[in-house]
Structure formats: C-alpha cells, structure tokens
Nanobody, 124 residues
Framework: QVHLVESGGGLVQAGDSLRLSCKAS????????MGWFRQAPGKEREFVAA????????AYTDAVKGRFTVSRNNAKNTVYLQMNSLKPDDTAVYYC?????????????????WGQGTQVTVSS
C-alpha cells in the first residue's frame, strides 16, 4: 500500500503561482512514476504532468507546458507541481498518483494509488 497526501492548493488570481506537494508513505520503493492529474466540475480526470522516480524524464500536457514544472525529492518521498501564470481554466481538484511500473503514462487507469486531491481555484 502507498498513501499519498496532497497539499498546497488554494484560491489565487489569474497570473499567480502555486506549488502543490504530494508526500508518499508506505511501500514507496515500488514507485517508478509519479503523476499529477486534475478534474474540473463536470469533466473527466485529465493528465497534467508526470515524473520518473529513477531518472530525469518528465511529461506534460500541452495546456501546461512552459507554465508548470514537476519535480521530486526522493529523500522526502515527495513530488511537487510548481504552477506559474495560472489561468481560470486551471481551476480543478488536483490529484497525485503513483505508478508501480516504468513509463510516463497519461491515462488515470495506468496509475495504482491516488491521493485525496487538493482544490485549486483561479479567479479572473
């Protein structure tokens, strides 16, 4: 079992920045990839970013490229999502997820464990 806890969400204005954190506990040695997803009201959960736990590989959805940066601290079992130049369209609940196999996948069903989510609201 892996337990994931997100933090750092909040209410900000367009153009502001936020940094989300996701701390993992439990069987973290099984981690190959950590991902960030988001889900807006009435929409499906969508991929935002992912990072390999063993090398420098990262992936982003086009909508956040150049604005969001995913990073990790293996010693702290924590993954981060730095979000800059936030837009109202970024408003959603943000989830982190752990994948036990290699490959920066973008579909939610390819991840094994999920956090409870943290709300990000961007006002115009």
């Amino acid at each position: 079992q892996v337990h994931l806890v997100e933090s750092g969400g909040g209410l900000v204005q367009a153009g502001d920045s936020l940094r989300l954190s996701c701390k993992a506990s439990g069987r973290t040695l099984s981690t190959y990839v950590m991902g960030w997803f988001r889900q807006a009201p009435g929409k499906e959960r969508e991929f935002v970013a992912a990072i390999s736990w063993t090398d420098s590989d990262t992936a982003y959805t086009d909508a956040v490229k150049g604005r969001f940066t995913v990073s990790r601290n293996n010693a702290k079992n924590t993954v981060y999502l730095q979000m800059n130049s936030l837009k109202p369209d970024d408003t959603a609940v943000y989830y982190c997820a752990q994948r036990r196999f290699a490959g920066l996948k973008v579909r939610p069903n390819e991840y094994d464990y999920w956090g409870q989510g943290t709300q990000v609201t961007v006002s115009s």
